[in-house]
T-cell receptor
Framework: ETGVTQTPRHLVMGMTNKKSLKCEQH?????MYWYKQSAKKPLELMFV???????ENNSVPSRFSPECPNSSHLFLHLHTLQPEDSALYLC???????????????FGEGSWLTVV | AQKVTQAQTEISVVEKEDVTLDCVYE???????LFWYKQPPSGELVFLIR??????QNEISGRYSWNFQKSTSSFNFTITASQVVDSAVYFC????????FGSGTQLTVLP
């Protein structure tokens, strides 16, 4: 059983919809991440939270809005997405995100998003 | 900037064959960490191994082994006696601050 759980596993949404992806980690970690994995593209880091504070926003469009209410939960709010946003969205966590810490990042199973 | 190259896009082998997945990285850092992850069709990235830049010892875990050579900036992964369940995309990754992934190698093990 994975220590990082994501819901929903599959989501189909229209371009005018508002939906959210949820992530929960059961590993006692303090850093949480959102990654995007599109077909034929490398994994892209989107956001990083460390101790509930956002530390990285990798030039992500504002139609993606993250929320981290505590160190165990991370949300990705989706609004007026485009078809090219269809991808696998992976949540991950690590002990913390200090520079050069090299902490292992553990991933969830991902949420497959299709925008129609 | 750091860069991770996995030159093999796809590999197919027959069950019980040994297979080596290549990973080459570029960096100017002296302290860094290297990882391998497995991604089965379900999507989850499964952590396999973490190695820091000061530890060049090779590692073996069951049928898996890793060969880290700083002289050639390589961190190759070998599966011995491959099985159908090994079929997945394998990612090599590097970090000195932010985790950077290679483009992945799709391994197909045929029965």
């Amino acid at each position: 059983e994975t220590g990082v759980t994501q819901t929903p596993r599959h989501l189909v949404m229209g371009m005018t919809n508002k939906k959210s992806l949820k992530c929960e980690q059961h590993l006692g970690h303090n850093a949480m991440y959102w990654y995007k994995q599109s077909a034929k593209k490398p994994l892209e880091l989107m956001f990083v939270y460390n101790f509930k504070e956002q530390t990285e926003n990798n030039s992500v469009p504002s139609r993606f809005s993250p929320e981290c209410p505590n160190s165990s939960h991370l949300f990705l709010h989706l609004h007026t997405l485009q078809p090219e946003d269809s991808a696998l969205y992976l949540c991950a966590s690590s002990q913390d995100q200090r520079d050069r810490s090299g902490n292992t990042i553990y991933f969830g199973e991902g949420s497959w998003l299709t925008v129609v | 900037a750091q860069k991770v190259t996995q030159a093999q896009t796809e590999i197919s082998v027959v069950e019980k064959e040994d297979v080596t997945l290549d990973c080459v990285y570029e960096t100017r850092d002296t302290t860094y960490y290297l990882f391998w992850y497995k991604q089965p069709p379900s999507g989850e990235l499964v952590f396999l191994i973490r190695r820091n830049s000061f530890d060049e010892q090779n590692e073996i875990s069951g049928r898996y082994s890793w060969n880290f050579q700083k002289s050639t900036s390589s961190f190759n992964f070998t599966i011995t006696a491959s099985q159908v369940v090994d079929s997945a995309v394998y990612f090599c990754a590097y970090t000195s601050r932010q985790l950077t992934f290679g483009s992945g190698t799709q391994l197909t093990v045929l029965p």
